[in-house]
């Protein structure tokens, strides 16, 4: 069970299912957030010393000695500080993608702010279509990092106020592969590779860089594929006026669909999403 989640909330779920199947309990209730809770007779509430506001309240018929029930409740506020230390462990991971994402928009004279803003439209997209937690997980570091291969672009190019040529566009089109170039030795980041590599696909096959359809394209990176078009279209450049959300979702809905731009659901999903999109991308008028 620690090995499959490094998060506080799935672990005290799984727990509760796990303990109530395994024990043949009639009843499992775990709190955290260290009020005090009232325990009702024939109930036992186990004592954690490692992590006294972890509340985890039983029922059923229990036949274990004190002993045993000591024991379990070394294991269970073992495993809660192996998951806390996972849990931090990770948080650093994700503050430290997120401070890179940073910097590599901080190279171009308007990007600032923007693989953040993507990252977090992917996500609100993403808990609408029901995605795991892994799932959003990947969108959130996907997100973030989708335009890491823009540093092997030159600055001229990416600052350029300007509508590009022809053969300048040439050059940009190949961030994505330069990108799954920059972050394939890195085993953690594995899982996000077909992100990177396949967010600027669409799917009539115009995309690049394999001019991939619809079916063919990772759910992942199609999510991440309209998340940074919201946020470009509503993002005011030297060569554009930005667009409304209610503007950009028109655009989108317009052009969804197997034989079109993007994927009809997730595109369904981002119009769903509008109130959360709104509140993310008045996050530009904060910097």
């Not at 269970?76 to 991971?93: G, M, N, P």
Request: hydrophobic share 40%; net charge negative.
């Amino acid at each position: 069970l620690i090995t499959k989640v490094s998060n506080l909330r799935d672990f005290c779920k799984e727990l509760e299912e796990t303990l109530k199947t395994e024990l043949k309990l009639s009843y499992v209730k775990i709190l955290r957030d260290g009020k005090l809770v009232k325990v009702n007779a024939g109930q036992i509430a186990l004592k954690l010393k490692n992590n006294p506001e972890i509340k985890i309240i039983i029922e059923g018929n229990i036949f274990f000695s004190e002993e045993i029930l000591c024991i379990f409740e070394n294991l269970i506020d073992a495993a809660l500080l192996t998951v806390k230390e996972k849990s931090a462990k990770e948080s650093l991971f994700i503050n430290t993608i997120t401070a890179f994402a940073n910097a590599i928009d901080a190279t171009s004279n308007w990007m600032r702010g923007h693989s953040e803003r993507v990252s977090k439209i992917a996500v609100e997209i993403g808990e609408i279509l029901g995605l795991s937690d892994y799932e959003l997980k990947l969108l959130k570091i996907g997100g973030l990092l989708h335009d890491i291969g823009k540093l092997g672009i030159p600055q001229t190019i990416i600052n350029k106020p300007a509508k590009l040529t022809r053969e300048e566009y040439e050059i940009i089109k190949k961030h994505p592969e330069i990108g799954y170039g920059i972050l394939k030795p890195i085993e953690e980041l594995k899982d996000i590779l077909p992100i990177i590599l396949y967010h600027h696909e669409r799917c009539n096959g115009s995309g690049y860089p394999e001019g991939l359809k619809c079916n063919e394209i990772p759910e992942l990176a199609k999510i991440v594929a309209v998340a940074d078009v919201i946020e470009s279209m509503t993002t005011e450049r030297p060569y554009k006026k930005a667009l409304t959300l209610e503007e950009t979702l028109e655009y989108l809905k317009e052009n969804a669909g197997r034989d079109k731009l993007f994927d009809e659901e997730i595109v369904k999903a981002a119009c769903a999403a509008s109130y959360d999109l709104k509140r993310i991308i008045s996050e530009k008028s904060e910097i």
